[in-house]
C-alpha cells in the first residue's frame, strides 16, 4: 500500500484521484488473500495506512515548501525521506483507528 500511495501521490501532485489510482486493486488482491471473516478488519486497518501514508507525504511536502498546495507540483525528492517504517513508527492505536503520536519530517 506504502509504494501505491507514493507512485499515485507524485503521479497526481499529493490530489487524491480515485478514477486514475491502482487502490481499487491493492484492496482487491488483499482481500483475496486473507480469510472472509477477517477482510473487513483487514479492509478497514489497510485504508488507515493509506490515510496516514497520504497525510505524512502531505506533511512532508508541506515542510519544504508552505506554500504548495495539492495539485500543483513539487521535488519528489522530497518524498525520500517519508517511509513506510518512518511513517508507521509514529501510529498508535486510538479506539478503532490508527492516529499519528508525532511527525517529525526532516527535509
Given at each position: 500500500?506504502?509504494?501505491?500511495?507514493?507512485?499515485?501521490?507524485?503521479?497526481?501532485?499529493?490530489?487524491?484521484?480515485?478514477?486514475?489510482?491502482?487502490?481499487?486493486?491493492?484492496f482487491r488482491e488483499?482481500?483475496?488473500?486473507?480469510?472472509?471473516?477477517?477482510r473487513a478488519k483487514?479492509?478497514?486497518?489497510?485504508?488507515?495506512?493509506?490515510?496516514?501514508?497520504?497525510?505524512?507525504?502531505?506533511?512532508?511536502?508541506?515542510?519544504?515548501?508552505?506554500?504548495?498546495?495539492?495539485?500543483?507540483?513539487?521535488?519528489?525528492?522530497?518524498?525520500?525521506?517519508?517511509?513506510?517504517?518512518?511513517?508507521?513508527?509514529?501510529?498508535?492505536?486510538?479506539?478503532?483507528?490508527?492516529?499519528?503520536?508525532?511527525?517529525?519530517?526532516?527535509?
Amino acid at each position: 500500500m506504502f509504494d501505491n500511495v507514493k507512485r499515485e501521490f507524485i503521479q497526481e501532485n499529493g490530489i487524491s484521484n480515485g478514477d486514475t489510482t491502482k487502490r481499487s486493486d491493492v484492496f482487491r488482491e488483499y482481500q483475496l488473500s486473507v480469510r472472509k471473516e477477517d477482510r473487513a478488519k483487514g479492509t478497514w486497518t489497510l485504508q488507515q495506512y493509506e490515510g496516514n501514508y497520504r497525510s505524512a507525504m502531505y506533511a512532508a511536502v508541506k515542510a519544504a515548501d508552505p506554500s504548495w498546495n495539492p495539485g500543483q507540483p513539487f521535488d519528489a525528492n522530497i518524498l525520500n525521506s517519508v517511509t513506510r517504517e518512518s511513517v508507521e513508527k509514529n501510529l498508535v492505536q486510538s479506539g478503532n483507528r490508527l492516529v499519528r503520536r508525532s511527525v517529525d519530517f526532516s527535509v
